[in-house]
């Protein structure tokens, strides 16, 4: 033990734990360190401390004589004081990404970022490259942690890597055989500060990628499209959009996906809502054009696509009304794409734990489309204030889940609104552990009041 190298993780979350096994495996001793102490992380705690790998929960990391490496988890902020001072001492500071990447880096990866987007365009890649028959996992943001990939041993032909920015800014390395940009609007300034240092980390990526993807819809994206030469563009607007060479990009013509110059697959066959999913769909084709994958292997895994969870779900249908959760639209920008895309008059809950970000796009879409708002969390009030100085008073303050959902189904009926949508346009942070979290909870509650062969209205009201 007192020969082998010292490295401390920061962080008891998913990718935190995956990066103390991985670290473990390659023969380090490895501590983990945590600033909670729940029933959770104590039981995670004697689980790792089982194999071999010390958690010090209730801990604030600091760096310590002897430790050669410290590894952050993507919540954990990059210019932390103590991991600053580390880097000054000498320690080795990166991101459980970066680690995961010195296992894979022989493996091409696609690297999907951006504002909004990323998810659904990451789940799409893996689903073409799985039905080539290639082992490609979605990791990252979605699916495994990047560090479980490589611990897995699962031999991938491509790895599928979802990359935030929190994750570029701990990645001094990465360097993706294909790289994609999907949107670039205002998000994360908490913790980058400026739109300028967000702008920056995500660049960072797509220029470190061999094949770079952008999207010629983004005005950010298309008002820079000259920094980027060499770059390969996708546009759902049409060839005319396209500011780089036609034959080297992606577009939708008289319906259909076209890469590279020839037609792929018709756009419709993707069964999601909404002509953003267009510019999704057409950067995951050209991302597995440029792969080698065939156009059979693409056109069967867009028509069998599920969608993903908490992104314009639909989790219940009940007296005509369609219940959508849409739980991972955590910024303005993304609830205003949840709001242009579904049907009918709208009863929006909103709200949740507020980011900073121009709501202006929001506040229009919500005076053309919504019935009433129905406004949840700590920001709340915030909204109503926003809501005020437009002039729109359909909203109520109603506080949480529980109570927002069986009100929204009652004024879905008396006003004949066809859906209910759960944007928040906030994070999640203030009542749930994660989006997921608090998607699965509108699940849960819409899965327990509005059964498709329930006709009693009692049900809603509570009374059944």
């Known amino acids: 033990m007192a020969d082998m190298p010292n490295a401390v993780v920061i962080g008891l979350g998913r990718s935190g734990i995956a990066a103390a096994r991985l670290l473990k495996q390659q023969g380090w001793q490895v501590t983990v360190s945590d600033s909670g102490s729940s029933d959770a992380l104590q039981a995670l705690q004697s689980q790792l401390e089982s194999d071999g790998i010390a958690v010090k929960l209730n801990h604030r990391f600091e760096p310590e004589p002897g430790v050669q490496r410290a590894v952050v988890s993507p919540g954990v902020r990059w210019d932390l004081p103590a991991l600053v001072q580390a880097r000054a001492q000498g320690i080795e500071v990166l991101g459980e990404m970066e680690l995961a990447w010195e296992s894979l880096a022989q493996i091409p990866w696609v690297g999907i970022t951006g504002t909004n987007g990323k998810t659904t365009t990451t789940a799409l890649v893996a689903a073409m490259f799985a039905a080539a028959g290639l082992t490609a996992p979605p990791c990252g943001n979605i699916g495994y942690a990047a560090c479980e990939v490589a611990l897995a041993q699962l031999a991938p032909d491509w790895v599928i ?29 908490a913790r980058h500060y400026t739109l300028e240092n967000y702008c920056a980390i995500k660049t960072r990526l797509l220029a470190r990628s061999h094949q770079a993807i952008l999207n010629a819809d983004d005005p950010y994206l298309r008002q820079h499209a000259g920094d980027w030469e060499g770059a390969y563009w996708t546009s759902a607007a049409g060839r005319m959009a396209l500011p780089g060479d036609v034959s080297r990009s992606a577009y939708v013509d008289e319906g259909w996906a076209i890469a590279l110059g020839e037609p792929i697959v018709a756009v419709n066959a993707l069964k999601m809502v909404g002509p953003h999913n267009h510019q999704n769909l057409l950067m995951a084709v050209l ?21 993903v969870p908490h992104r314009l779900e639909t989790v219940a249908t009940w ?26 008059g709208v009863i929006l809950i909103a709200g949740g734990d507020p980011k900073k970000g121009d709501a202006a796009a929001w506040l229009q879409h919500i005076q053309e489309r919504a019935i009433a708002v129905l406004l949840i969390g700590k920001a709340a009030e915030t909204f109503a204030q926003l809501l005020q100085a437009i002039g729109y008073t359909q909203y109520e303050q109603v506080g949480d889940l529980e109570r927002a959902t069986p009100r929204a189904a009652d004024l879905a009926q008396a006003n004949g609104a066809q859906t209910v949508l759960l944007s928040p346009a906030c994070a999640s942070f203030d009542q749930y552990a994660s989006f997921e979290h608090r998607g699965d909870h509108f699940r849960q509650i819409c899965h327990t009041l ?15």
């Not at 990359?163 to 300034?189: F, K, V």
């Not at 080698?292 to 028509?303: F, L, P």
């Not at 959508?324 to 303005?332: E, F, M, P, R, V």
């Not at 509005?450 to 059944?464: M, Q």
């Open 287 to 307: 991302a597995a054009r440029l792969a080698g994958i065939d156009k059979a292997a693409i056109a069967q895994a867009v028509s069998t696509f599920p969608g």
């Open 450 to 464: 509005f059964k498709p062969d329930d006709e009693s209205r009692d049900v809603v009201n509570g009374t059944a």
């Open 161 to 189: 890597a979802e990359i935030s920015s929190y994750q570029i800014e701990s990645s001094l390395q990465l360097a993706p055989r294909i790289g994609i940009w999907t949107t670039l609007t205002p998000d994360h300034l």
């Open 319 to 344: 007296h005509g009304i369609t219940f959508i959760n849409d739980s991972k639209a955590t910024n303005y920008d993304a609830a205003a794409v949840g709001l242009a895309s579904v049907k009918g």
